[in-house]
């Protein structure tokens, strides 16, 4: 069996040819990302052939070349070095930081040293989990960890004061398999699907734990306690149940959380006594992780109707008025998170993560670490996307306008089709506007149809506090010309980035909140958007763009 080798990181993996390249990187326990979803479109998954001939290009009889595309070229008979090039996982950012947390410190793990015996005692809720040698009650830690369909973040938190000891994040290996959720469900149901998916999943949080421990140079059996988060999919996953029943209707979960668990059962690498506590689901769509957001932005505390919303793959959202909470969710796709866009990218360094046209027209770019731009993250595609709305190269039916309205100056056409370019060899095509349209009509429709069914008007509501791994990025003027929240929301929005982690930071913190979020769980109402009649008619009406509101500039610079 032919062998790869990748570089710099020396990982190596025998798989048999015919294999692509990019289940090699995998197979090498690599990640990659893949933006174009394996299309060959973005580019993204380039590497550079060091040693060898990939099978693909071969075939395709093209002269030898020192690139190939992981998606597309296969491992034939030959070993093979090859050189990742593009930035992977580590350089993913992690927005959590800045939402202030507000909980008791009761924590259900606790110690207590025995002078008599010399030994110290671990409780969790009270019952002894294990003894260990010595006083060792300088040393209490939990872990919050969020499961994400695109990302996974882990916190190691210092239990005695509430601090966030260390964190890291990594892109969700699963997302090699299907970038949605209806697309994992579909790989659980195939043969050894579920069991991959799940490995999957614990590879990736025990990689973070192994991270998360030697930053804070603690060994992972110190830690006895963690608490997962993630949507309702992930929770099956990660717990290895069938997720098929929320493919189907009536959606009702087979896990509903509220649950602990041995982390030695779940394949956890922490302390072989520790427990892992999943908290409570709403409904098959709506997780763990909006309860979280639910629990970290104190959204019941709030006098006026406030809403949240978690933009990811999926966009869930929670509307509380007068103590109650009515929840959605509604499939947005992966476009927010640099997915299927041409030159989409994920949050990493050299991703545009905020776009806008100065008044004489000339672009101004932020990327991510200042690094030469190389793709759009979900936060840079909302600007740009809106930018082209506004300014009106692209129509309220989500069509390039024939003469590129106010920007024409970045129109150019490759190819016999019509571009927006923003930067050089950085673009939006028309297919990436469709994209975009269907990810935040998802949201809208998620949006009215949640008010409505609460009785309140887009102005009548309070606060929108809006989480995601981009949501410090996000500005608020860019979702609303771009139609995804309404107009009235104008002034109301509040960014407040991981809320999933930050909750299950809670949950180690505040034992109590674990049982205030299973009776959240148990009452709250939530709404099946697509089983709503007018679903679809109000999904429709939501892609169109809001009408272009400033189309010319005082000079036009320029292409
Ligand atoms: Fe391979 Fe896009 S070209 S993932």
Redesign the pocket.
């Known amino acids: 069996m032919p062998s790869v080798r990748f570089f710099p990181e020396g990982a190596i993996a025998a798989v048999p040819p015919g294999t692509s390249l990019?289940e090699a990187v995998y197979a090498a326990g690599l990640t990659m990302?893949?933006?174009?979803?394996?299309?060959?479109?973005?580019?993204?998954?380039r590497v550079r052939v060091l040693t060898g001939l990939p099978h693909g290009i071969q075939d395709r009889a093209k002269p030898v070349s020192p690139f190939a595309?992981?998606?597309?070229d296969l491992v034939g008979e030959d070993d093979l070095d090859l050189e990742i090039l593009e930035v992977g996982e580590n350089s993913l950012q992690i927005h959590d930081e800045s939402l202030a947390l507000s909980c008791a410190h009761i924590p259900r793990l606790t110690k207590r040293f025995l002078p008599d015996r010399g030994r110290t005692e671990v409780l969790a809720g009270g019952k002894t989990l294990c003894l260990e040698a010595g006083n060792r009650t300088d040393s209490l830690f939990g872990l919050a960890v969020d499961v994400g369909t695109t990302t996974l973040a882990v916190a190691l938190v210092d239990l005695r004061n509430g601090e966030e000891a260390a964190s890291a994040a990594t892109l969700n290996r699963q997302t090699r398999h299907a970038h949605d959720v209806l697309g994992r469900i579909s790989f659980a149901a195939e043969p050894g699907g579920l069991a991959i998916l799940q490995q999957d999943a614990l590879t990736d949080i025990n990689a973070l734990i192994a991270e998360v421990c030697a930053q804070a140079g603690i060994s992972a059996a110190d830690i006895y306690e963690a608490v997962i988060c993630g949507n309702t999919c992930m929770q099956h996953l990660v717990t290895g149940i069938d997720p098929a029943n929320l493919g189907r209707r009536p959606y009702h979960p087979a896990f509903r959380g509220h649950a602990y668990r041995k982390a030695a059962e779940v394949g956890l690498r922490i302390a072989s006594q520790g427990e892992v506590y999943f908290p409570a689901v709403l409904s098959g769509h709506v997780g763990a992780d909006i309860v979280a957001g639910i629990v970290a932005t104190g959204l019941l505390r709030r006098h006026q109707p406030t809403l949240f919303i978690d933009i990811g793959t999926n966009g869930e959202m929670a509307l509380a008025k007068e103590g109650r909470v009515i929840a959605a969710s509604t499939a947005a796709g992966p476009a927010f998170e640099g997915m299927n866009i041409s030159c989409g990218m994920r949050a990493a360094a050299g991703a545009i993560e905020a776009f806008c046209l100065e008044g004489d027209g000339r672009p101004v770019l932020k990327t991510i670490a200042e690094a030469p731009p190389r793709g759009l993250c979900g936060s840079g595609l909302i600007d740009a996307v809106a930018a082209l709305v506004v300014h009106n190269g692209v129509a309220s039916s989500g069509r390039f306008t024939p003469d590129g309205g106010a920007i024409a100056h970045f129109l150019e056409r490759v190819n016999g089709k019509s571009r927006f370019r923003l930067a050089p060899h950085i673009f939006l095509t028309q297919k990436d506007i469709r994209q975009v349209q269907l990810a935040k009509a998802a949201i809208r429709a998620g949006i009215d149809l949640l008010l409505r069914q609460a009785r309140i008007l887009p102005e009548q509501v309070d606060r929108v506090l809006i989480a995601g791994s981009f949501g410090y990025h996000l500005k608020e003027r860019s979702l609303l010309d771009l139609g995804l929240l309404p107009e009235a929301f104008a002034g109301k929005t509040e960014f407040v980035g991981n809320t999933s982690k930050a909750g299950a930071r809670i949950f180690l913190l505040d034992a109590a909140s674990r049982d205030w979020a299973a009776s959240l769980a148990e009452k709250a109402s939530c709404l099946d958007l697509a089983d709503l009649p007018d679903f679809q008619a109000v999904f429709t009406a939501s892609m169109a763009f809001p009408r272009a509101s400033r189309p010319t500039f005082t000079a036009t610079p320029a292409a």
């Open positions: 990019l990302e893949t933006p174009c979803g394996g299309n060959g479109i973005c580019g993204k998954c595309l992981a998606c597309q």
